[in-house]
Every structure is written in structure tokens, then in C-alpha cells.
């Protein structure tokens, strides 16, 4: 564990956090491989890690790997719940939080100095009191910008402090990967590789009209400004989301449409549902595929007018879905999601004509009210009576 001193924003990040979830709840799986999901990998612990073991994996591959390895099915409410909890913690610490996801968050402690001490001192009782109240490991970065923040917590997991001083930033940031610059995935990454760019002082010694010329200029001058640690971005709080998406695991059978269309529709059931709960509408339309050889494809569409009616919603995943099909059927399936986006408060909004199909969805939200009342399944389409419900999960970073 690497400590250091001073920094004014906090980027705290839970380790493992499903299977961590896991091991803390049954405890003959403390110290133990655990692999969270059958079919696809949704969390492993470190122990299960360290033999080869990743996330959105899949399930026979895991356990080739690690063969002692034990498998449990998710338990998404029980995740939510310690998501709760933790981010309870955060709101103790500073009232400045900017949520992530369910197990990461920004903490801005800049000015908390003279009541609870420096940063390094509020971030080591931070994980104390994860630790004790919630019972789940958690690492820190501390840094003067978001983004060192975050890449300090990288470096410290699992379950360290990494504190950068703000005269050390780029004696600390230089040496590192490449891959450790948000925006770095494996495209780019290759794309610097063949170039012998392989580090972070590389980058920055470059020159931005070099990165452009090779990375476009949104990327080059992205990826110089983050060589130089040049991030000023606030830590927002209260920030809406920006989307909201799910995606169901399926293991690696052959799917027919017919069956994939079921999945797809249960999918923009459960979104569009989450959707009106907010008082959101969306425009645009996300379809996410994964297939066998681990390759994914993105498909999305953007409707003329906002909207939150699953009558309007659905059509528009569905044709996404019908494109996909030859590809699909070329490279096998283990994964669909969806995802809904530009996002927008239900009211008020322009009204577009003609006005026809303006009407509130009276259906959409007299089942909502059914399945509030009596629970998701008690209403469902009668393509869906009798399916394998099988692994479904929030929508995770690719």
C-alpha cells in the first residue's frame, strides 16, 4: 500500500464488489475463488483472478482456469443494498458525492481540512468505516483531479490507499501504461503500440498535433491533456443520469429470433418501466451485443420526439434487433442488452404533431402500478410463461 499526502478529491471504489458481496455473507467462501454468474462471468474475487479469471468471461472458460472455483448465482438485491449502504458512508464524509456506479464515486474533502483533517487521514477512515459498518474491503485514490484520483485507486487495489502529492503527480503518472488513460481501449492502444508508444511520458512528450494526426482530434488532445494531468472537471453532485440500461447473460446455446425478441422485449419492459418511475423520457435507443469469440457490437437508434411509452420503445429496439440477425446467426450470441438514452424530465416538453400519439400511455402505467403493487412477475407477456429467466444484470461498462 502506497501512502503519500494531501490531494482534495477522493475516488473511492469497492473491490470485487459482487463477489466481495458474496464472501462477506457466507463466510466458508472467505479466502476462497468465487465466481459470480454461471453462464457469463459477472464478478470474480481476487483469488479466482489470479488464476486468469475476468468479468463478462465465460462460465466454462472460468472454471478451465480456476477449477476450484466456486460458482454462485447473482444476487441483485442484496448488491443494491450494500450500494446503499456505502454510499451512506460517502454522504457521512463529505456532502460533495458524485456517484459513478454502484460500487464507485467521486468525494470531493477540499475543504473539509480544518473539521476532519487531510484528505490521506479522511480517506483512511473512510475504508475504516466501510470496513466495519458494511463489512466490504474498498480502495481509495487520492489526487487533486478526477482523474488521478481515479487512476491511484487502480494502482492501490484491492483494498489499499494511494494518496498522490500534488508535486509528485506526474512523477507518479509518467511510468504507467498507456492502457491507465481514460479513453485508452484496445483499439487505441493498439494503434500506439505498433507506434512503440507505451507509456504515459511517451504520450506527453509526443506532442498533441502528433496524437491528433494519428488519433483523431477529440482523442489526441484528450488523451495529451490527460497525460499532463490537465483535468479540470468538478465533482458534480446531484448530476441525473445520463442513461440507464440492462442485459441478460445466455450462456452460449444457440438462440432462434423468436427467442431473442422474447429476451429483448422483457428487457424494454423492465427499462421503460424504470423509465416512467423517474419521470424520465428517452430519445434514443442502445442495442448491445456480445458474442462467442468475446467481440461486441453497439446498434442505437434516435427517435424524432422524447418519449417513455414502451408502444413506442419497443418497435425501435426491435428493428435494431432484425438487423443484427445475420450477424447474430454468423457469430452466435451469449449476451443482449439495451439501453436508453438522452434522457430528458417528462414535463415539460415540446409537443410534436400530430398530436394522436401524445396521450399518456394509460396500459404502460396501470401495469406499472400492478407490478409495484404486486411484484415484476406478476404481469408478464405470454412469450415469456415458461423461459429460463436466466442471468440478467444492470448494464456494465464494456
Not at 506532442?207 to 488532445?221: A, D, N, Q
Amino acid at each position: 500500500m502506497f501512502v503519500y499526502a494531501e490531494g482534495p478529491i477522493l475516488h473511492a471504489d469497492l473491490d470485487s464488489f459482487y463477489a466481495s458481496v458474496e464472501q462477506r455473507d457466507d463466510p466458508t467462501l472467505r479466502s476462497r475463488p468465487v465466481i459470480v454468474g454461471g453462464g457469463v462471468v459477472l464478478a470474480a474475487s481476487y483469488e479466482a483472478k489470479a488464476c486468469g479469471v475476468r468479468t463478462a468471461m465465460g462460465g466454462r472458460q472460468a472454471l478451465r482456469l480456476c477449477p476450484g472455483a466456486i460458482v454462485v448465482p447473482p444476487r441483485m438485491k442484496a448488491y443494491s443494498e450494500a450500494s446503499k449502504a456505502v454510499f451512506k458512508v460517502f454522504e457521512q464524509t463529505t456532502p460533495l458525492v458524485e456517484g459513478l456506479s454502484i460500487d464507485e464515486a467521486f468525494l470531493d474533502v477540499g475543504g473539509l481540512a480544518k473539521i476532519a483533517g487531510s484528505p490521506s487521514t479522511i480517506a483512511a477512515r473512510l475504508r475504516a468505516q466501510v470496513a466495519r459498518e458494511v463489512g466490504l474491503p474498498i480502495t481509495v485514490g487520492v489526487a487533486r483531479t478526477k482523474f488521478l484520483a481515479k487512476v491511484a485507486s487502480r494502482v492501490a487495489k484491492p483494498d489499499g490507499l494511494l494518496v498522490v502529492p500534488h508535486d509528485g503527480e506526474l512523477e507518479f503518472l509518467h511510468p504507467l501504461p498507456v492502457g491507465h488513460l481514460w479513453g485508452v481501449g484496445k483499439v487505441t492502444e493498439e494503434k500506439l503500440r505498433e507506434r512503440g508508444i507505451t507509456t504515459v511520458r511517451q504520450v506527453a512528450e509526443l506532442g498533441e498535433s502528433y496524437l491528433v494526426s494519428v488519433l483523431g482530434r477529440g482523442v489526441g488532445r484528450h488523451l495529451f491533456a490527460l497525460a499532463h494531468n490537465r483535468d479540470p472537471r468538478p465533482v458534480q453532485v446531484g448530476r441525473r443520469r445520463r442513461s440507464m440500461g440492462a442485459q441478460r447473460a445466455l450462456g452460449s446455446r444457440p438462440r432462434q429470433p423468436a427467442e431473442l425478441d422474447d429476451i429483448l422485449t422483457g428487457l424494454i419492459d423492465k427499462l421503460a418501466r424504470r423509465l416512467r418511475g423517474a419521470n424520465r423520457v428517452c430519445r434514443t435507443v442502445t442495442l448491445r451485443l456480445r458474442f462467442h469469440d468475446f467481440t461486441r457490437a453497439t446498434r442505437s437508434h434516435t427517435m424524432p420526439a422524447p418519449t417513455a411509452g414502451t408502444a413506442m420503445i419497443l418497435p425501435v429496439a426491435r428493428l435494431l434487433l432484425a438487423a443484427a440477425l445475420p450477424m447474430i446467426a454468423e457469430r452466435g450470441i451469449t449476451l443482449i442488452g439495451a439501453s436508453l438514452s438522452n434522457l430528458d424530465n417528462a414535463e415539460p416538453l415540446q409537443l410534436v404533431l400530430p398530436f394522436d400519439d401524445m396521450s399518456p400511455p394509460v396500459l404502460d402505467t396501470t401495469l406499472d402500478a400492478v407490478r409495484d403493487k404486486f411484484g415484476g412477475a406478476s404481469i408478464t407477456r405470454a412469450g415469456l410463461l415458461g423461459q429460463d429467466p436466466g442471468i440478467e444484470m444492470p448494464m456494465l461498462p464494456d
